[in-house]
Each structure stands twice: as structure tokens, then as C-alpha cells.
């Protein structure tokens, strides 16, 4: 079924179609500029994997810039990228891992093609394996060896109930022992058109484009193994923690972590923390003004994370490692007074929403970061467009019983995980 979108709150027109095998298309006309920006977004990431599988969601990543059926090896496919003179790129997060490429409109057929061979034909040669291990091998000891490494593996460890869904770069173990045999495994349940969406924006007629990505990817075979939307959710703070962690030189951290709604099934609840974040990043609201005008931090932050698997509702900022203790104890003075009557005005919120309504309509200046930033990841995160589409109205619907709602609901009386960020901190890895 075909749907066209028009609003005057989304710069880009969108066309939405859903092939037989289950891919969803979704086009945006942008004649601005003669290119086209071509992505394929897929439901998976680490949050799928196992012990055991901890970090393929990335290596396969990597090999799909590799040989496949029509270009044989990485020299071919070298070769061939440099022919079509395309910008591309892949990335690989805890939920959603997305590949696109850029290319001058008049080689758009060229380069849907060159997405359809890399992601339905990857030949995962083993000489390539090889070598992309080492590659993945050095990515991982840069990563372990950043100064903020031991923060986000502490939060891993104390937020997820199973932390391997939380770290996207995996576990070496994993990493030297995959072959092609996994990655095939791996192909076959989550690289299907029914767990997959095909974004094309740019300098397109959408029609032409419709009739071209039917064609093409229409022969792509339906999977249907997917265990995307069955995963639980994998955040869980059952008690308050308090951790110390360490953290780089001369650095002094605060973040205190609540669970939040989820995207999965607790979106009526995103619209108002959405609002209640806008609202919080006033450098001339109170909670500014008391922790860092007139407070010890340099710079502070309140927030609520979209996310289907783990979503949360933070508060935290940047502060002297020897004020951590002060810190801590005037952010939760702070949280509390948030449930004071008049802490939250109806001007304060509908700039917030004002300003949340701007933001997306800059984020639509570029058709291009739309296909490979805005449209897959709303996509993702809401099961489809039908959440990004709706947004604008139901942030307009937000008032300020919502969002002192929202905070009675996520944040008053909830256990929350605090992590206390220094170079003397004891949490190390």
C-alpha cells in the first residue's frame, strides 16, 4: 500500500509504499541539488545478539563494504565505488544498524543497484574475514583504551540486564572466532526485506524512483525470522546505586539514570519527556541558574533517551572531581524541587514545544541527513513512520499536567543509578 505524506510541517514531502516481501519504501523528492542519497536500515544491532554472538551486528557491518555476487572482491568493489564517485558509509548501534551512499542523480539506477548487490549478496570470503578482524581488533583497543571507556562499561554493567545487548563493538572472544558460517546465520534472520527499510531522498521523480526500488529489491526474499519485536526490554534499576568510576585526568562527572518509557510500548509517555528535556536545557531556567550560575557545575543536563530497549530519563553535568559529594546532593535538592507547584510554567512549555517543532523542521533542511539520520531512526524506533508523522501534533497536545505527570511517574520515588565520574574513581576496567 502507497501512501503519500503531506504536511506543512514536514519540508520533505515523504511517499511510503510497502513492497510484497515486506520492505518498506519511503521516498523524498528534493530537487534542491542534483543527488540522491540512498540508505537501507535494518532492526537489529547488539540488542540481538547473545554471549555468544556479542559484536557480529558490527563485524557484519564491515563486511558488507566487502565482495558480493556482482563485484567479487574488495578491489571490484573499490573499483566500482570510485566509478560511481559515491559518499558512503554504515553504522551499528545497541538497536538499529543503517548502510547508505551518496551519489550525482543522474547514476541514482547505478547506485540503488550497488545497494541492492552489497545488502541482499554479501560472499563473506574468508581472506576478507581475516582481515577485517584485525581491523575490528584495533577499532576495539582504541575504544578500550579511551579515557571514558570504564564510564560506559559501568553503566552497561549496572543498567542492562544483559549488558552484551548494550555494547555494539562486542567482546574479543567473539570478534576472533566469527566466520562465514555466522555471518550467514546472522543474514538469514535479521537481512530480510520484512525487517528492513529502503530510504531514498534527493533529486528523484517519485515516481520513476517507486517503479525502480520495486524492481529491484521487489525479487529480495522474504525472511520472516526476525526476533526484533519479541526482545525485552533490557534496562532494570531495581534499587538506588551509587557508583565510583573512575575517569579521565583532571575530570569530574555526575550522571543519575531512571528508567524511562519505552518506544516499544509506552509511547504515549515520549511526547511529554520530549517537552520536559526542552524545557530543562534553558540556560535561564532554574535548574541551570541554581546548579550552575549560582552552583559548582560547569555545565549540567536533564534529558529522556528514546529508545525501544532501553530508555532512560537522566540528570547529570560536568563538575570539579572534588566537588562531587556537593554535587550529587544539590542535583537531588534540585530533582525534588522540580515537584514544586509553579516549577513548570504554560509560557515554559510552549516555547519548549516551539522549539522542539523548529529542531525538526531543521533537521528537514537536508534531505540527505533525512535518509540516513532522521527517517531510519525514527523508523526504528517507532515501528514504522506513523510516530514521526504524528509527532508535531501530539507535542502540541502537551501541557504541564502532563509533564509533572511524567515526572511522578518515571522519576518521583523510582530507584535510580547514579555514576560519580573522577580520576580516583574505584570502577575500572
Not at 162 to 179: K, L, M, N
Not at 238 to 258: C, H, K, N, W, Y
Not at 336 to 344: L, S
Request: net charge negative; proline share 4%; glycine share 8%.
Amino acid at each position: 500500500m502507497e501512501t503519500l505524506v503531506l504536511s506543512l510541517l514536514i519540508s520533505l514531502p515523504l511517499r511510503t509504499a510497502e513492497l510484497e516481501n515486506g520492505l518498506d519504501v519511503i521516498l523524498g523528492e528534493d530537487r534542491s541539488a542534483p543527488i540522491v542519497t540512498v540508505c537501507v536500515t535494518v532492526n537489529t544491532g547488539a540488542t540481538c545478539e547473545t554471549p555468544e554472538t556479542n559484536g557480529l551486528a558490527h563485524f557484519y557491518e564491515h563486511m558488507f563494504f566487502k565482495g558480493n555476487a556482482a563485484l567479487p572482491d574488495q578491489t571490484a568493489y573499490n573499483e566500482r565505488m570510485r566509478e560511481l564517485g559515491m559518499v558512503r558509509n554504515g553504522t551499528t548501534g545497541s538497536e538499529i544498524v543503517r548502510y547508505y551512499l551518496t551519489v550525482s542523480s543522474d547514476l541514482f539506477p547505478q547506485g540503488l543497484e550497488f545497494m541492492y548487490d552489497a545488502i541482499t549478496s554479501p560472499l563473506f570470503l574468508e581472506e576478507e574475514i581475516v582481515r577485517e578482524r584485525a581491523v575490528i581488533m584495533n577499532e576495539y583497543h582504541r575504544n578500550a583504551s579511551g579515557p571514558w571507556w570504564s564510564f560506559w562499561r559501568a553503566q552497561e554493567e549496572v543498567l542492562s540486564i544483559e549488558p552484551f545487548r548494550s555494547s555494539a563493538i562486542g567482546v574479543p572472544e567473539v570478534i576472533q572466532a566469527a566466520d562465514r558460517e555466522a555471518m550467514l546465520h546472522f543474514q538469514r534472520t535479521y537481512y530480510t526485506p520484512d525487517n528492513s527499510a529502503l530510504i531514498i531522498t534527493g533529486d528523484i521523480d517519485a515516481d520513476s524512483a517507486m517503479a525502480a526500488a520495486e524492481e529491484m529489491f521487489g525479487g529480495w526474499e522474504y525472511g520472516g525470522r526476525s526476533n526484533y519485536f519479541q526482545l525485552g526490554t533490557n534496562i532494570s534499576i531495581e534499587r538506588d546505586t551509587i557508583l565510583s568510576v573512575q575517569g579521565p585526568a583532571g575530570t569530574g562527572a555526575i550522571r543519575m539514570v531512571f528508567v524511562g518509557p519505552s518506544m516499544a510500548d509506552e509511547q504515549e509517555w515520549t511526547y511529554a519527556a520530549d517537552v520536559w528535556g526542552q524545557y530543562m536545557d534553558r540556560m535561564t531556567g532554574e535548574f541551570y541558574t541554581d546548579l550552575v550560575t549560582n552552583g559548582p557545575f560547569q555545565s549540567v543536563y536533564a534529558s529522556y533517551h528514546s529508545q525501544r530497549f532501553e530508555p532512560t530519563v537522566s540528570f547529570g553535568g560536568s563538575i570539579d572531581p572534588e566537588l562531587l559529594e556537593e554535587g550529587l546532593e544539590m542535583l537531588r535538592v534540585e530533582i525534588e524541587d522540580m515537584f514544586r507547584e509553579g516549577y513548570f510554567t504554560d509560557e515554559g512549555i510552549d516555547t519548549a514545544v516551539e522549539q522542539l517543532r523548529r529542531h525538526r523542521l531543521f533537521q528537514q533542511e537536508s534531505s540527505r541527513d533525512m535518509a540516513i539520520e532522521t527517517l531510519p531512526f525514527w523508523w526504528v524506533q517507532g515501528g514504522g513512520l506513523d510516530y514521526y508523522l504524528e509527532y508535531p501534533e501530539n507535542l502540541e497536545a502537551v501541557t504541564v499536567e502532563d509533564v509533572e505527570a511524567f515526572l511522578r511517574r518515571w522519576v518521583d520515588g523510582r530507584p535510580s543509578a547514579v555514576f560519580l565520574v573522577s580520576p580516583e574513581g574505584e570502577w575500572s576496567e
